[in-house]
């Protein structure tokens, strides 16, 4: 009449914690690529933004001879300019150095 119910049997245990194991290492694998990619993308977002930031800094004022660099979240930015081989127009420049878990990213626009 009653179900005597003292517990799990170790069987179930054990199937239970394969199947938890088996799915984390699908998973965890996939949120540490997608927290690499949501980093390198807010590293771009934020290199592009320093980029036309000094576009418009360089519309004001003449800053074509300006290098300097910007670190934010031990993440250094470094602006410069060049002349490029093209046009003979000078470009303004935002690289970032390679990390542990990012590579480089550089970005050029000429001033219009």
């Not at 799990?8 to 799915?23: P, V």
């Not at 540490?32 to 320093?50: C, E, G, H, P, V």
């Not at 800094?57 to 031990?74: M, S």
């Amino acid at each position: 009449m009653f179900w005597k119910n003292d517990g799990y049997f170790l069987l179930e245990l054990l199937l239970s914690l394969s199947a938890l194991f088996m799915l984390s290492m699908f998973f965890v694998p996939l949120l540490i690529d997608l927290a690499n990619q949501s980093q390198q993308l807010i590293r771009d977002k934020r290199a592009k933004q320093f980029l036309f930031e000094e576009l418009q800094a360089n519309l004001i004022e003449d800053r074509t001879n300006t290098h300097y660099a910007i670190t934010l979240n031990e993440t250094e930015y470094k602006i410069y300019w060049r002349l490029t081989s093209v046009s003979g127009q000078k470009e303004v420049c935002v690289k970032v150095e390679e990390n542990t878990l990012l590579p480089s990213f550089e970005d050029c626009a000429i001033p219009e």
